[in-house]
């Protein structure tokens, strides 16, 4: 083999993901070399913050507060974005870009939102743009979509994609639980942030979702437009009404293609106990595939965390630096798809959707309730699956709670208007979707 | 984007893979120009059987039973081998090697015992050779490995990666059938072959292994070397008893590495039910890849079957298109590591695996005899986890059960020897190990 000189890499951005990546090229080096042929070698790191110890040796002349210095060397190949947020992470990627750097990013909040502004930028510059560690940390994922599975029409990407609310969930099925008394344990034990909102309120997910979608079917998506509901409102009692019905509740990302158009969401989702998903604990994350050629295909590791997500930064590097030797940049187009390729699809609105549903009713506990409930779900062509109906209360609401068939949400909500209108109904209607059901 | 020429397949073998290969190429062929950015066209099928009916429309222009004439085409840029077994196939390889072509194969059983040869000849030649349909069907784990998780060092890759043994299994477990049955009902069905022997004995897995482990610690493997341990002697008692302590029985391909030393062996296995691989069922497949850095990450998904293994061969395919056209052959070092960066680690033998262990002894009903056993394994440095023994039978022999903390398998080997010997033992001590466990 001949010699291929050291890929240079410049990384902005020193804090959890940055040490990640800063301990895997540092200590792995003789690994990765003996894999790829040729070095990868830290050029600088950028940080506001010069002197903290983050518990990896730096060499201290390798680092500068000045990220556009960084940028700007001419020694440096790749750069690795791993600021967060959007500004100024946004402005130090397309100069870079600019400068013909490769780049790499964990920022999925940025590609959900400006992606196809730093991709055209990429594009035109002959430039990559690595993203495997914005979505679902150390999976690799993305390059399983662009690549692995390119003989397939993706009919369906959906899974856990926030660690976070995964594990508010688990401790809440496994502990009976409140979400708040679950949230307030993953602050304590650094699993969520001081503030969570974008983790449990679905946010988060509906980025990763955003550039899943966008990869997996060709098309542009319009992040505003993806329904995101977050795990707020799941209560004890649901979770257990599930088990009941042999479900678990998960905060899922789902994204489906049919003809010509797809659907994207984000939504707390009962999901069957005996399925893997189900089975998906903790922090971990999990994604099923379902490709026309390979059937369903899921992938399960860890969503986040320094080293897990660090590894997949470190894919990307390795994947810019065999190019750079073969001289085959652009040799995957960035989203998986040409340009030329790409073809924009219409997204259902959520009143589209079709789905299983849970509902769980509150009422009055008199004879004529299920009478009178069942014939606005009919109706509304929305036939039953199972129901729960508990013993009476002294004088007080009860729970009824439905499994449906397949319907219509347009339907669904068309009906729970009316049914909350009931002079028997006492609260309004606890609606969770509900997928992999028979 | 410049125009990029057609890339040209000959097929070699139109069987259940290949009409597999022929229909995603067919009606995927637009997919795969807009994801690509170039064709990739069938240019000849070659075949014994020029007659039968595959159920794909194919120009019959394409067909020959002349492999040989298809290799030697100058216009077919790469050959799929989809004939199985050694010969002829092994020789079509490295002829079409010989001629300058890439190669795709999925063929198993020739990797594991000459992939050294068939890669060597590929790297002299500058050619590729794909081999993601060799192992785990539709499921992109070669790539993984080699690329995806190039961060890691791994530690340990394990999992189902034989569709039948888990589908004979998955029935027994669920109800209650002996082997036979089970396989017969696995015949009948078309998941076993008439001659299950390279199945059910853990043979195919074992070429799997091989070639997995061998990409994964880059290390070459002498598959003759590799323990191997089928599921025909798994009884539906074993199957109960492993369901009371809560484990499942699984036909695993494991490897893991430690130092310079690694071990391969494939066996019948209990894993925790409360894991994702307990969780497998049916012919699916799932492989867990345990990085230095990312943890443990798992990978599901058909095992077999035409269009799933002709999803890999084609994204062999299309990598290989992309490197035609970005002339960048040889990008990805063959078995993911460069030929200097292998590096020949020692096999450990069985008797030197740890592990925990499933002991069921068969023995007469005396009050003397779990001292016995107990004080043989004390003996022999081996611990009791848990224990069984069920209630008395009239005057005849009784099982009692003993999952043992971690030992290493030959003191387990040497306590078993000494105890099967004694007068109150009246059949040998079955022995099934245990992953997972605590």
Known sequence: MTARRPVRVGLIGFGTVGTGVVKILTENADLLERRLGGKIVLAGIADKDLS????????RSLMTDDARALIGRPD???????????????TFLLEAIAKGKHVATANKALLA????????????AGVEV???????????????????????????????????SNYILSRMSHEGSTFEAALAEAQ????????????????????????????????????????TEGIAHVTPLDIEFAREFGYAIKLLAIAKQEGETFEARVHPTMVPETTLLAQVGDVFNAVY?????VGPTLYYGRGAGSEPTGSAV????????????????GRVPVMGFTDEGRRPLRMKGMDEIVSHFYLRFTVRDEPSVLA?????????????ESVIQKGRAAGGSVPVVIMTHAAVERDVRTALAEIDRLSVVSAPTVLIRVEGGS
Chains 1, 2 share one sequence.
Request: proline letters at 4%.
């Open 52 to 59: 903290r110890d983050r518990g990896v040796k730096v060499d």
């Open 76 to 90: 440096v190949d790749a750069i690795v974005e791993l600021v967060g947020g959007h500004e100024p992470a946004k």
């Open 113 to 124: 939102a400006s992606g196809p502004e730093i991709f055209a930028a990429a594009s035109k």
């Open 130 to 164: 690595g993203f495997e560690a914005s979505v679902a940390g150390g999976i690799p994922i993305i390059q399983v979509v662009k690549e692995s599975l390119v003989a397939n029409r993706i009919g369906a990407i959906y899974g856990i994609i926030n660690g976070t």
């Open 188 to 227: 304590r034990l650094g699993y969520a942030e001081a503030d969570p909102a974008l983790d449990v309120g679905g946010g988060d997910s509906a980025h990763k979702l955003a550039i899943l979608s966008a990869i997996a079917f060709g098309t542009p998506v319009d992040l505003s437009a993806v329904p």
């Open 289 to 293: 595939v379902v490709g026309d050629r």
């Open 314 to 329: 470190v894919a990307d590097l390795a994947a810019i630096a065999r190019n750079i030797w073969t001289g085959s940049a």
């Open 372 to 384: 009178a409930i069942a014939g606005r779900l009919g109706e509304n062509r929305i036939s039953i």
